[in-house]
């Protein structure tokens, strides 16, 4: 059974940092970009970040870039997400998820298998 398990979200103040992960299972994850993705309420899910197998090219939106560094480790199969400098508006359920194939792409439709996300809350 595919499963992908993620952990370390919490509350935390703004300027803060969390360090997420995700743990996959079932499943060889080789040839997989990996991604996290994150949904705040009343919002559509967007792409955060993303990492290809080899780990030599990532992504990120806009508004995370200089503070959020994804990475992976292939022989524990996980990634994770060091997010600092915290702002309340990173606030949402962050999301892990699995793409096969070579290139980073950023819609939420084409992500195979997903975690069943997270809890990140920013005070102010």
């Known amino acids: 059974q595919v499963q992908l398990v993620e952990s370390g979200g919490g509350l935390v103040q703004a300027g803060g940092s969390l360090r997420l992960s995700c743990q996959g299972s079932?499943?060889?994850?080789?040839?997989?970009?990996m991604g996290w993705f994150r949904q705040a309420p009343g919002k559509e899910r967007e792409f955060v970040a993303a990492?290809?197998?080899?780990?030599?090219?990532?992504s990120y939106i806009d508004s995370v870039k200089g503070r959020f560094t994804i990475s992976r480790d292939n022989a524990k199969n996980t990634v994770d997400l060091q997010m600092n400098s915290l702002k309340p508006e990173d606030t949402a359920v962050y999301y892990c998820?699995?793409?096969?194939?070579?290139?980073?792409?950023?819609?939420?439709?084409?992500?195979?298998?997903w975690g069943q996300g997270t809890q990140v809350t920013v005070s102010s």
């Open positions: 998820a699995a793409d096969y194939g070579s290139r980073i792409r950023t819609e939420s439709y084409r992500y195979d298998y």
């Open positions: 079932g499943h060889t994850y080789s040839g997989y970009v």
């Open positions: 990492i290809t197998w080899s780990g030599g090219t990532t």
